[in-house]
């Protein structure tokens, strides 16, 4: 980690996102300017159009960008729209996310970009089946799994890349563990919010609560992105609050807070599979933070609907 003065022009792909729609209103308030380059305009940026699915696009973009002044930092949070739709769309899936990462890393190290931030998936670890003896484990930076789809394969490529350019920029990869918060759509927690809201059944294994996962409110998921920025940080880090939880309990859950009781349905082709990270390196770079509860960020959340 390197203490880096604030970066303040940024240049972000995947601003019109979820994560990206905060991270540019945060840095807009902090009077920071941010081109956001992609099909469609950000909020708060200044547009720069590129279809990241097409590489000849996006590197007329760059070149556009090479009469300016270079971004003090490059934010990589796009990814394909279409990460089920392998292998109908493995091309997009690989432009999106792998291409446009070698594309903006060598653009970064050509500039003399200080600081270089990519968000990743806990995906990349893939999702193991939870057993007894395995029901602690949590997977760490250090840990390798073979991706269990072509979206994590494709990120994972581009996390590797990421990390080889570390001997000419600061170069964080984020792995970030299903944000959520107000705005959510079609993520895992929204369609949970969602389902029970209509009283229909969550899916659950044969025995036990199913899917077992971690989260990160997209405040908590801002403050990360913001301190990977400003204290230059070099490593790869797992993104989630220090909770855990079950598809059963998550349920039980979001029926307390919609005030009505949430149903489930027992599907012996549901697997038990486990998406929880360590996050031993992520409290050590941000020592004492008071990370938001699910509770309590679902609570908001819902209250926004």
């Given at each position: 980690m390197n203490n880096a003065a604030p970066s303040g022009r940024i240049l972000i792909t995947g601003g019109s996102g979820f994560l990206g729609r905060a991270f540019i209103a945060a840095m807009g308030a902090e009077g920071r300017e941010v081109i956001s380059i992609?099909?469609?305009?950000?909020p708060g940026a200044?547009?720069?159009?590129?279809?990241?699915a097409d590489p000849a696009s996006l590197r007329a973009a760059l070149a556009s960008l090479r009469n300016e002044p270079a971004p003090d930092a490059?934010?990589?949070?796009a990814v394909s729209r279409h990460h089920r739709d392998f292998p109908a769309k493995a091309l997009d899936l690989f432009h999106v996310n792998a291409s446009t990462a070698a594309e903006l890393l060598d653009f970064g190290c050509a500039r003399g970009v200080r600081q270089v931030v990519f968000g990743s998936t806990g995906t990349v670890y893939g999702a193991g089946v939870t057993s007894p003896e395995k029901a602690s484990l949590r997977a760490s930076e250090d840990t390798f799994q073979r991706p269990s789809s072509y979206f994590a394969a494709s990120k994972l490529f581009?996390?590797?890349?990421?990390e080889l350019y570390r001997g000419y920029m600061s170069v964080a990869v984020l792995r970030f563990y299903a944000p959520y918060g107000p705005?959510?759509?079609?993520?895992m927690l929204a369609d949970l919010v969602e389902r029970v809201r209509e009283g229909r059944p969550l899916s659950l294994p044969s025995s036990g609560g199913g899917l077992t996962f971690s989260a990160i409110h997209i405040d908590d998921a801002v403050a990360v992105l913001r301190a990977a920025l400003d204290l230059g940080w070099r490593d790869t880090v797992n993104v989630a609050s220090p909770e855990v939880w079950s598809i059963e309990s998550a349920g039980h859950l979001i029926g307390r807070l919609v005030g009505t009781e949430a149903k489930f349905e027992r599907d012996s082709n549901t697997l038990a599979l486990r998406l929880v990270p360590a996050v031993d390196l992520l409290q050590t770079l941000m020592p004492g933070r008071d990370w938001i509860r699910l509770e309590d960020g679902l609570a908001g959340m819902i209250a926004g609907l």
């Open positions: 992609g099909r469609s305009p950000a200044r547009h720069a159009p590129a279809d990241l490059i934010v990589h949070l581009a996390d590797t890349m990421a705005g959510l759509r079609n993520r």
